[in-house]
């Protein structure tokens, strides 16, 4: 499942079978991460979980650039990969950058935002990381995916249901009355 932001899910506790700010808490498996090689990543996943993860980082090994004409946009093929543990006690098996890779694609196709020569851009940062949590809230909540045959929350437990669009927009109107009180 996708985890949205935080101002998204300080509406959503309140729907869900989660008690508020448990979220780290309610007894899910302990979590397995996996990276590319970017150090920036390692510095990331340590401020966020402190070495309490099970932590792997992927690095591809890519062969030298074709000069044939046909190929100059095209990457490098991919040779092989070197795995490391960063922390933890990784299941080997599960050591992939896949999932995460479908979901950046997801929401570069989902969410127009993210696309090259658009004009669907955000002038404020806040309302980029707004409509971020949005499309993260209905991916979890209100789309059935085909291989669940459930929304994500349904199968992680947070829901029972599938969320309508009116119930999700429905959030913004508690947060709004609840801001204005």
Same mark, same amino acid.
């Given at each position: 499942?996708a985890?949205?932001? @935080? ?11 989660i008690p508020?700010?448990?979220l780290?808490?309610?007894? &899910? ?14 510095e990331?996943? *340590?401020?966020?979980?402190?070495m309490?993860?099970?932590?792997a980082?992927?690095? @591809? ?5 074709? %000069?044939r004409?046909?190929?100059r ?17 990784? %299941?080997r098996? !599960? ?5 995460v ?5 997801n &929401?570069?196709?989902?969410?127009r935002?993210f696309?090259?020569?658009t004009?669907a851009f ?6 980029h990381c707004h409509?971020v949590?949005?499309?993260?809230a209905y991916?979890?909540?209100c789309?059935? !995916?085909q291989t669940l045959?459930?929304?994500p ?6 829901? %029972? !249901?599938?969320?309508?669009? *009116? *119930?999700?927009?429905?959030?913004l ?6 801001s204005?009180?």
């Amino acid at each position: 499942m996708a985890i949205g932001f @935080k101002l998204t899910f300080s509406s959503i506790y309140s729907k869900t079978k989660i008690p508020s700010g448990t979220l780290p808490a309610v007894g &899910l498996p302990r979590i397995q991460i996996t990276t590319d090689g970017h150090r920036a990543y390692a510095e990331a996943v *340590e401020g966020a979980f402190g070495m309490n993860v099970d932590y792997a980082m992927l690095i @591809k090994l890519y062969g030298a650039p074709s %000069d044939r004409p046909d190929t100059r946009y095209s990457p490098a093929a991919c040779i092989g990969t070197r795995t490391g543990i960063l922390s933890g006690n990784p %299941d080997r098996q !599960h050591i992939s950058t896949s999932y995460v890779e479908r979901q950046n694609l997801n &929401l570069r196709m989902g969410v127009r935002r993210f696309t090259r020569l658009t004009n669907a851009f955000s002038k404020k940062f806040e309302n980029h990381c707004h409509m971020v949590a949005i499309y993260h809230a209905y991916y979890n909540f209100c789309r059935v !995916h085909q291989t669940l045959r459930v929304t994500p929350a349904m199968e992680a437990g947070l829901t %029972d !249901h599938i969320w309508s669009l *009116e *119930e999700l927009v429905g959030l913004l109107d508690n947060k709004t009355l609840q801001s204005a009180a």
